[in-house]
């Protein structure tokens, strides 16, 4: 079963940008049909933010549509989130993963993004 790890989180400025990476190890990211990238803030529940198929079908949450951009390169066994024009709102812990009860034990460390003036 592949482990997820994340980086690319940081400090931003509203209105600014950030690029969030993924790749998976003891397994290959396109095994996954479907991979996303989900975020969580304090005192609230896990969101998914995005999702990306084999086939590059993408879906994004409402609120970053236009925004935020999501891609994946299973020869690289990479995945990215492109944020842009960031919002305080978006500030949370981002996670990547697989979509599917089968990756209950793959979330990694996350990484942390922090939108402010």
């Known amino acids: 079963q592949p482990q997820f790890v994340e980086s690319g989180g940081g400090l931003a400025q509203p209105g600014g940008s950030l690029r969030l990476s993924c790749t998976t190890s003891g397994g290959n990211l396109r095994a996954s049909y479907a991979v996303g990238w989900f975020r969580q803030a304090p005192g609230t529940q896990r969101e998914r933010v995005a999702f990306i198929t084999n086939h590059n079908l993408t879906r994004y949450l409402d609120s970053v549509k236009g925004r935020f951009t999501i891609s994946r390169d299973n020869m690289k066994n990479m995945m990215w989130l492109q944020m842009n024009d960031l919002k305080p709102e978006d500030t949370a812990t981002y996670y990547c993963?697989?979509?599917?009860?089968?990756?209950?034990?793959?979330w990694g460390q996350g990484t942390q993004v922090t939108v402010s003036s």
């Open positions: 993963n697989g979509l599917g009860s089968e990756y209950d034990n793959s």
